[in-house]
């Protein structure tokens, strides 16, 4: 019994610890905030989380050289269940590590160095299928029409509401995630394209064309019997159900190798 009592203290003594652990101090120091346990597994640079994320949880980067507006930033993201990664400079967010996941940009106007139309001119090569979200505290109709025309997905002037912020991003994110999920087909139809051998892609090219076997047997100089079971090996290769579904499948990929002898 004094066992089974020592050990429920022991119990609870672990609770409290644990609990002590995960209690932080706001800024102010006026008074504490209670974090998650999940919260309490995060590792912190410069504001942003840096670890234990979940595997795919859509990032949304910021760039803003007010360390204040940095912090609330990464609290309303935070909470609305994306992953906030936050930089000072433009220069700090083009030596970030890249991620595989959605994602979006939360971009200040005016940045020390290269500025915020800088850095997107930037990206506009780099990283073109990213979503930027511009903010400003000192809008114009110039550098919003100029921001909007280089591709920007939404412009705010600051103070905007959270409300505001988080439509504009949540928006960003599906888009990011499209855009993502697109290029993760296309990597696939390439790879298949690649299992071909040289004599497949020679008989895909003019099967998609509408030829029958027997004229692309003439064309290629080989059997009618052999081109049905090249046209078979494509069928698999290209994991495509039906003669329309490979033709999609050349349509988005472009190009064929020409075929000849």
Known sequence: MTQGLN???????????????????????SMPLITTRMDAGLARRDGAATSAEPPGRPVVFVVDDDVSMRESLEL??????????TFETA?????????????????????????????????AVDCKDM?????????????????????A????????????????????????????DRDT??????????????REQEVMTLVVTGLLNKQIGHQLGISEITVKAHRGQVMRKMKAGSFADLVKMSMKLGSLPAAGA
């Not at 903010?135 to 909007?148: F, L």
């Open 185 to 198: 087909k296309m990597r696939e139809l390439r790879d298949c394209l690649a299992s071909l051998s040289r």
């Open 91 to 123: 220069q700090e967010f083009l030596c970030r590590e890249r991620v595989l996941v959605p994602s979006c940009l939360v971009l200040d106007v005016m940045l020390p160095g290269l500025n915020g139309l800088d850095l997107q001119r930037c990206l």
């Open 7 to 29: 050990r429920e203290t022991v119990a609870d003594r672990s609770r409290n610890v644990e609990l002590s652990t995960i209690r932080r101090v706001v800024p102010n120091g």
């Open 76 to 85: 309303l993201i935070c909470n609305a269940g994306w992953q906030p990664k």
């Open 153 to 180: 997905f939404d412009f705010l002037v600051k103070p905007f509401c959270d409300d505001a912020l988080l439509s504009a991003v949540r928006k960003a994110i599906e888009r990011s995630r499209t855009a993502l």
């Open 131 to 151: 979503p930027i979200i511009f903010v400003t505290g000192h809008a114009d109709v110039p550098t919003t029409v100029q921001a909007m025309k280089a591709g």
